[in-house]
């Protein structure tokens, strides 16, 4: 179940197949990639010297380089860290720093930014895909095919980097055998795929859409990456207009641009296949606008960074069906538990639930992480009785749908990226005239939610938003600063001092919510 032997394997079947294309470039082949991935494994661990198991970090716009140096790295027995390159630099150093990644690669818009933290890490290069050195590496010598590939499947494949609301970022440990089992839950619950679809990386590979491409490398699919590296409505219906049978990952604020898109333009999509959307709340009117104008084409999926993609699942056909009906609990709902998924309803004290009480969402099944890297007690905490405790609240009906309450964590999801208050919270508090800060999401009707931020100030300080905003882009993601400041006088809290982020609703100017209030 080795990712690096699964690919070889495709290599044989499809060797003639196209398999990756960046805008409307001619297509190169299976054989072909194949070429490049064992070069280029062969320059990571021969001419870089990195070893099996090594972490490679890559910090990047959505490129074909991105594939391919994906593969090579399991080419190699190397663990791919994937990056979202709108991160921080100090955030990018703190992730590169806990994974102690050997190896960082990166595209000519960052690697000025990115090369000064080898100074400050021990053993790590920074590499620019877009050199020359590593453009020949390409044709360069290969690294011969791994040897006894079936014992490596529970070694670290994808060593993704999620945020709590406390402290510092995790790395989620998933295996060889997790994604596989993920590619195999998406043929049974999303959609089955041949050497006949593409899919289209308008999503950032760093997240969802790069975890997609195994189940279409698996099946001789081709990859197709935008020009511009990211989603923009334009290019992505000229796409869809120009290759057939097109599946494409999408956050919710992704597919209502699209939607808006092809109505203003009163244009048919007809490659379009499936919009497999995820990452954040999917409302049923939105849904029903999507259906309406993308057709009978729209799917949705739950899952976690720590069993990724692969908690439940709607199809196309289901929602296309819902829709028709009127069906509006089933769209309301986040689907059925995936095949190989186990799913229960657990109140504060561990104890199962039945139909209909909401609690907190626990998971079993192979997908689920290994656990969090060199985080022995959050592992503990989190796999406890041997389930993925979510953090999510949520409700199973009668028919076995499951629903999504709450998020238990306090995460604002802006368009379709998590954002986690206490990252914003310790950059604000880092001004010394700022005595207390509580950050929350409120309705965006672009984004699904905003940040706001409430502030508390010193006496007599004459603190201002636009210091607050300079404050915050030194520290964070530009996406992860707020866009509405409140300066209140105090915060209310509970008798213990907590401050009561519920009553903070009620703080929110009208003048905020109202534009919120108005559709997109």
Not at 266 to 295: C, M, S
Request: contains cysteine; aromatic residues 6%; charged residues 20%.
């Amino acid at each position: 179940m080795h990712l690096g032997r699964l690919f070889q394997r495709s290599v044989q079947i499809y060797a003639d197949r196209p398999a990756l294309a960046s805008g409307t470039s001619t297509p190169i082949t299976y054989a072909q990639l194949d070429r490049s991935v064992r070069a280029l494994a062969y320059l990571l661990r021969r001419d870089l010297g990195l070893n099996p198991g090594d972490r490679v970090t890559l910090v990047m716009r959505n490129c074909s380089d991105y594939a391919q140096a994906m593969l090579a790295a399991w080419h190699a027995q190397l663990c791919v860290v994937p990056v979202n390159n709108k991160l921080h630099a100090k955030e990018i150093e703190f992730i590169l720093q806990d994974s102690r990644s050997r190896l960082c690669l990166t595209d000519s818009g960052l690697y000025d930014n990115l090369l000064p933290l080898t100074r400050s890490i021990e053993d790590l290069k920074v590499m620019d895909v877009g050199a020359t050195s590593f453009q020949e590496a390409k044709t360069g010598p290969c690294l011969e095919n791994m040897s006894n590939p079936g014992k490596h499947g529970e070694l670290p494949a994808w060593l993704f980097y999620t945020s709590g609301t406390t402290g510092r970022p995790k790395g989620v440990v998933l295996s060889h055998s997790n994604l596989v089992n993920m590619a195999l839950n998406f043929y049974a619950d999303v959609q089955a795929v041949s050497e006949s679809d593409v899919l289209l990386h308008a999503a950032p590979m760093s997240h969802g859409s790069g975890l997609y491409s195994v189940p279409f490398f698996l099946k001789g699919a081709l990859q197709l990456v935008p020009s511009s590296g990211g989603f923009d409505a334009s290019e992505t219906s000229r796409l869809l207009q120009q290759h057939h049978n097109v599946s494409l990952f999408a956050a919710p604020t992704m597919v209502n641009r699209l939607v808006k898109y092809v109505r203003e333009h009163a244009i048919a999509l007809p490659g379009l296949r499936t919009v497999i959307v995820a990452g954040a709340p999917f409302y049923v009117e939105d849904i029903k606008r999507a259906v309406q104008a993308l057709g009978p084409r729209i799917a949705q999926i739950y899952g976690q960074g720590e069993s990724p993609m692969s908690i439940t699942a709607q199809t196309a056909s289901q929602i296309a069906r819902a829709v028709e009906l009127g069906d509006d609990d089933f769209l309301s709902s986040v689907g059925y538990p995936q095949t190989s998924i186990e799913i229960s309803i657990a109140d504060g004290s561990g104890h199962p639930l039945g139909i209909g009480q909401a609690g907190e969402i626990l998971v079993a099944g192979p997908t689920v992480m290994q656990g969090y890297w060199n985080k022995p007690q959050a592992t503990e905490d989190t796999l406890a009785d041997g389930k993925l405790h979510t953090g999510d609240v949520g409700m199973l009906d009668e028919r076995g749908l499951l629903y999504l309450m709450d998020r238990s964590k306090d995460v604002i999801i802006s368009g379709g990226t998590n954002i986690y208050p206490r990252e914003v919270e310790e950059a604000l508090m880092q001004d010394p005239r700022v005595t207390e800060v509580a950050v929350i999401g409120i309705p965006d009707p672009e984004w699904g939610e905003s940040v706001l931020a409430f502030v508390v100030c010193q006496d007599d300080s004459q603190v201002t938003a636009e210091a607050l905003e300079a404050r915050c882009l030194s520290q964070i993601a530009r996406f992860k600063r707020p866009k509405h400041y409140v300066f209140i006088d105090q915060m209310p809290k509970n008798a213990t001092g907590k401050v009561l982020k519920r009553q903070l609703y009620g703080l929110v100017p009208q003048t905020i919510l109202e534009p919120a209030k108005k559709p997109a």
